[in-house]
């Protein structure tokens, strides 16, 4: 009997939860096998299937709070490069930690599904400062762009970790963690009041 080969490809076509699981690591970094079940309604097979593919890859992580290792999930290269392509996205999240980028999946998933459409990640909002700075220059004030563009490079205003359109309002989202000391947040909360957004932090 001749021996089976190995599928060219699990994922041939991407269904609508299976963009939302791409959107969702997109935007957050890590996601959880909850996460995945419960708030996407992926199957635990078709997740695998991914993780065939190549797209996504399973991590360990040991939860300090449950005191047990559990398995988390993110984009690898080339699942990367499935979003781009297949998606149109970009600006992917930058990782700070599992720990720090679970608690930002938690908030994501906090909003509907809706909402999450007009999630922004840190790249993004770092664009919407880079845009308003050239605003500030356009309209002649050179020496405040000057002084913003210092601030962002010395680190007196540092960029939060997400912002979400809701009910015609924008909230800056930042994870704080025990390792924020407060330089840190008075850099984020420098942002927050140039751009005149709502902030939620959430503490983890």
Same mark, same amino acid.
């Given at each position: 009997?001749?021996?089976? @080969?190995?599928?060219? *490809? ?24 909850? /996460?995945?079940?419960?708030?996407? %309604? ?26 047990? *290792? ?8 080339? %699942? ?19 720990? /720090?980028?679970?608690?930002? *999946? ?23 400062? /880079?845009? /308003? ?6 309209? @002649? ?8 563009? *210092?601030?962002?490079?010395? %680190? ?6 997400? @912002?979400?359109?809701?009910? @015609? ?36």
């Amino acid at each position: 009997m001749a021996k089976r @080969g190995r599928k060219s *490809a699990y994922i041939v076509k991407l269904t609508s939860k299976d963009q939302n699981l791409l959107k969702a690591l997109k935007n957050v970094g890590y996601l959880t096998q909850q /996460h995945v079940q419960s708030e996407i %309604g992926l199957s635990a097979k078709r997740l695998l299937n991914f993780q065939r593919d190549n797209y996504i890859e399973k991590c360990a992580f040991y939860n300090k709070e449950t005191k047990e *290792a559990e398995h988390i999930y993110r984009l690898t290269d080339r %699942g990367k490069t499935l979003c781009q392509t297949q998606l149109n996205l970009d600006n992917f999240y930058k990782s700070a930690s599992a720990r /720090h980028d679970l608690g930002v *999946a938690n908030t994501y998933f906090s909003f509907s599904t809706e909402d999450r459409e007009k999630w922004k990640t840190e790249g993004d909002m770092r664009n919407i400062m /880079h845009q /308003h700075i050239e605003r500030v220059e356009n309209e @002649g004030d050179v020496a405040r762009a000057d002084e913003l563009r *210092a601030m962002l490079r010395n %680190g007196t205003m540092s960029v939060p970790d997400a @912002g979400i359109l809701k009910d @015609g309002r924008f909230v800056a989202i930042e994870v704080i963690t025990s390792s924020y000391g407060l330089v840190e947040l008075a850099a984020k909360e420098a942002y927050v009041e140039e751009m005149g957004f709502e902030y939620k932090t959430i503490k983890i």
